[in-house]
């Protein structure tokens, strides 16, 4: 079943229900400052049917030349939300359970079983999620990616694919 919406961009643009009403995963982008890395994250989530949430204030304007180039001719696939703050976020959406990615976290993105309805939360590209936001999610809810030593983080987009490409198979890529 497909319905028609306006998403964030101003177009107009499908949003495709997952079988059985279930929400389907959630991306959500905490004041992302980088527009390429929002675009690419915009043209995964089309080829995955992620939903895209981004929390402001934003580093960029939506209509950003370097958002829509990355994002390629995708943005018509994506049902992009913005949000005033994250607990605008969590009051509009009420995300079934959200994961928080941090370099600081302990327990891995392949330690947990991904469900449907769960939001996947990544901070600014150059300083990750405040402590505060990871304080106030229970420690099983925070999730890293795992990296060589003393390598500082990586990219959002490709941290981004790796969690939703992981969360999907677990799903049988449904």
């Not at 009420?94 to 449907?116: G, K, M, N």
């Not at 420690?139 to 003393?150: A, I, N, V």
């Not at 987009?157 to 969360?167: K, T």
Request: aromatic content about 8%; glycine content about 6%; proline content about 9%.
């Amino acid at each position: 079943m497909q319905k028609t919406c306006q998403d964030s961009l101003g177009t107009e643009s499908a949003r495709i229900h997952p079988p059985h009403g279930r929400p389907p995963l959630a991306v959500v982008l905490y004041q992302p400052e980088i527009p390429p890395n929002t675009g690419n994250i915009i043209r995964l989530c089309a080829n995955t049917g992620a939903q895209l949430h981004l929390i402001e204030p934003l580093g960029f304007d939506l209509d950003d030349r370097q958002l829509r180039r990355a994002g390629l001719d995708y943005h018509e696939w994506v049902d992009v939300q913005t949000y005033v703050g994250l607990e605008d976020f969590m009051r509009r959406m009420r995300p079934a359970r959200v994961l928080a990615f941090s370099t600081r976290a302990e327990r891995r993105y392949t330690d947990i079983s991904y469900q449907p309805g769960d939001a996947l939360l990544f901070g600014p590209e150059t300083r990750g999620l405040p402590q505060d936001v990871l304080d106030s999610l229970p420690p099983e809810q925070r999730l890293t990616l795992p990296m060589r030593h003393g390598i500082r983080s990586l990219n959002l987009s490709n941290a981004v694919a790796i969690a939703v490409y992981e969360a999907w198979r677990q799903a049988d890529f449904t």
